[in-house]
């Protein structure tokens, strides 16, 4: 049975700090395959070419992929730190990218730990975690007097409304977490007097 939800990050962000004198950027974006995380990571590297690593990781739900790197960093003071955050967080499918501006003053093998985590960490909650779970799409029609009903029944099953269309009936399509479908139903079927049921046309994550 395929996992009903997971985590990951809203959106692209940023965040920065500086130790040392050395200026660590960390930055995330929500990535689905290798190639989207592989862009971010060269869009990064374009903008920062003049800084003196640029280290990644990233996870990927489909084909449960890890990647990471050091960019010339000490071996495991760096990839590994923030591959560290992300899997800590239980986050996935997204990309971090450390940026590090060289301040002269050198942090040892600790202190890049440290500094690499932090950074991923300030990243991840800039980026803001929030929870996927596997949901129904559905479609119905239902008249008007119902209508004013229906979309805090939605609602009560933790479901969402993603388009209406107000014609001689209301053409409703929403997504309600698979989980909660069949109860949905029932108290569809009891609201309704037996008139209104709502078609599955696919399933996705959504978020809850």
Same mark, same amino acid.
């Not at 374009?46 to 960019?71: E, T």
């Not at 977490?177 to 599955?200: C, R, V």
């Given at each position: 049975?395929?996992?009903? $939800? ?10 920065s ?5 050395s200026?660590f950027?960390?930055?995330? =974006? ?7 995380? #592989?862009?971010?990571? /060269?869009?990064i590297?374009? @903008? ?5 690593? $640029?280290?990644?990781? *990233?996870?990927? +739900?489909?084909?449960?992929? @890890? ?14 730190? #923030?591959l ?15 940026? +590090? *501006? ?13 500094? *690499? ?7 991840? /909650?800039?980026?803001n975690?929030? =929870?996927?779970?596997?949901? $129904?799409?559905? @479609? ?14 939605i609602?009560?099953?933790?479901? =969402?409304i ?16 698979a989980? /909660? ?8 079927? /009891? ?15 959504? +978020?809850?």
């Amino acid at each position: 049975m395929a996992e009903m $939800n997971y985590l990951t990050v809203e959106r692209e962000a940023s965040d920065s700090f500086v130790e040392k004198r050395s200026e660590f950027i960390g930055y995330i =974006k929500p990535v689905k395959t290798e190639k989207h995380a #592989v862009e971010f990571i /060269n869009e990064i590297k374009q @903008k920062h070419w003049d800084a003196k690593h $640029n280290v990644y990781a *990233y996870i990927l +739900r489909d084909g449960q992929i @890890k990647r990471y790197s050091d960019d010339g960093e000490p071996q495991g003071t760096a990839g590994v730190p #923030v591959l560290d955050v992300l899997q800590k967080n239980g986050i996935c499918d997204c990309c971090v990218v450390v940026t +590090r *501006y060289f301040g002269g003053i050198l942090l040892g093998g600790g202190g890049l730990v440290r500094a *690499y985590s932090h950074a991923a960490s300030l990243a991840v /909650n800039a980026g803001n975690v929030i =929870k996927m779970e596997l949901c $129904n799409v559905c @479609k119905m029609s239902c008249d008007y007097t119902l209508y004013g009903k229906i979309p805090g029944l939605i609602s009560e099953h933790g479901g =969402k409304i993603i388009s209406q269309v107000f014609e001689d009936d209301i053409k409703l399509e929403f997504f309600i977490p698979a989980p /909660n479908y069949q109860k949905f139903t029932e108290d569809l079927t /009891n609201l309704s007097l037996g008139k209104g049921f709502a078609d599955i046309i696919g399933e996705e994550f959504c +978020r809850v």
